[in-house]
């Protein structure tokens, strides 16, 4: 089973990354802004590959971007998982066993059902500027996941395992961002 964040842990990273001095740098635009939040991501390369917001560029359009990215990957992670499930042929070329894949993966779907709502949670509290919780969600969006990516470990679910890993730095990448606007950034 994966490890969750403990609260405190939780509360210690959402403070670092709020009361950060970068935030409050109300000059950066464009690219500028992109690199800026990527460079507060454990996965900058991920996040500049992916972020690419219509302009204008701000913070809140990034959160807002990367959330709905996020959506996308679990819905198209959730079809990889559904697929799998409903056909056991499917699953015979990439486990050894195939019992223990299809309980794997009902952990997966049953996981991946509480990211999506905590992501359309999420987007909703965005959406009505609602941050705290909205903060809240997208980790426990993320820490949800990593039971998935955890379990996936060591299988041959290549597809599935690359967009776990997605959802999970995409919740990160929102986080940040939205950090950026809510900090008077843009």
């Known amino acids: 089973m994966a490890r969750l964040l403990p609260p405190q842990l939780f509360f210690l990273l959402t403070l670092v990354v709020i009361i950060h001095p970068s935030y ?4 950066l635009k464009g690219i500028a802004l992109v690199d800026e ?21 701000s913070g809140e359009r990034i959160a807002s971007t990367t959330l709905g990215w996020a959506q996308i990957k679990a819905l ?15 699953i015979l070329p990439v486990a050894k066993n195939p019992l223990q894949a299809k309980e794997l993966l009902q952990i997966c779907w049953d996981s991946n059902m509480n990211t999506m709502e905590d992501l359309w949670i999420a987007s909703s509290l965005l959406y009505n500027k609602i941050i ?3 903060i809240a969600r997208l980790y426990h969006a993320a820490n949800t996941t ?6 996936l470990k060591g299988t041959s679910f290549t597809a599935l395992a690359a967009k776990i890993e997605d959802i999970i730095k995409l919740c990160e990448i929102c986080v940040v961002s939205t950090n950026f606007f809510v900090n008077g950034a843009h």
Do not use: F
Not at 76 to 90: C, Q
Not at 146 to 151: E, L
């Open 132 to 134: 705290n919780p909205m």
């Open 37 to 57: 939040v990527c460079r507060h991501t454990s996965h900058n390369e991920y996040c500049v590959d992916t972020i690419i917001p219509k302009p204008p560029l």
């Open 24 to 27: 409050g740098l109300k000059h």
């Open 76 to 90: 198209e992670a959730g079809t990889i998982i559904a697929s799998l499930l409903n056909d056991s042929s499917s």
């Open 146 to 151: 990593r039971v998935c990516q955890d379990g």
